[in-house]
């Protein structure tokens, strides 16, 4: 056993006669990763006690920028789920480091046409004082008044997005480190939401 996969695959017993043999990256890894998936579901169980009528329907209170409990690595999957309105100019995800004021990863939903195209979705990096090259990819279906699910996949040397299950037409490759990222921003644009969100 020499990477988190194998350590989150193997069975019980072979992982208890073989603890001893881990690297100390590995095991850091898998700390990190125990870690976050306990605070995913502190932050469910907080949810489901807490939330009034919203919740009862699957919707939590808007979500806004939030502060990573632990790094990103590779095999790491950021959930989100959203509801869509017919309308709304544009939404986005964005991965970002605090300190430096970085967007490692814009994801923007836009569904309408602008002056450069649409609609489409808009794939691109802030370095801190401008934003770079984009990549542009078709913008999948959305229905008014529905959920959806929007799957981040930390790849070795890229970002793979899936909608409600498909793949969009490009990925994105990492311009900055993927463990510096320590902060998850959500925009709504004019009228859609954010609902609900977890890494994995």
């Known amino acids: 056993m020499s990477t988190l996969e194998d ?5 019980d017993e072979t ?4 603890i001893g043999f881990l690297s100390p990256d590995t095991v850091t890894q898998y700390v990190f990763y125990l870690r976050a998936k306990v605070r995913v579901l ?3 169980l907080l949810a489901s006690s807490s939330a009034g009528s919203q919740e009862s329907q699957g919707l939590g209170p808007p ?3 939030q502060q990573l409990d632990s790094p990103l690595f590779v095999g790491s999957v950021i959930t989100a789920w959203g509801l869509y309105k017919e309308g709304t100019t544009k939404f986005n ?5 605090k300190a430096s004021n ?5 994801l923007d939903f836009r569904p309408i046409s602008d002056p450069h195209g649409g609609p489409v979705v808009v794939m691109n990096t802030h370095n801190g004082s401008h934003w770079m090259q984009e990549v542009r990819t078709a913008l999948p279906s959305f229905v008014d008044e529905k959920r959806f699910k929007v ?3 930390c ?3 890229s970002f793979k997005v899936y909608v409600d299950h498909i793949e969009l037409g490009s990925v994105f490759k990492y311009r900055f480190l993927l463990k510096e990222i320590d902060e998850i921003a959500f925009h709504p644009g004019s009228s859609a939401r954010w609902c609900s969100y977890q890494i994995s």
């Open 7 to 11: 350590v989150k695959e193997v069975d």
């Open 15 to 18: 992982l208890r006669r073989n």
């Open 42 to 44: 502190e932050r469910q």
């Open 63 to 65: 979500l806004a920028a």
């Open 93 to 97: 995800i964005n991965l970002k480091n």
């Open 102 to 106: 970085r967007n490692h990863f814009h």
């Open 151 to 153: 799957e981040i996949i």
């Open 155 to 157: 790849q070795k040397d």
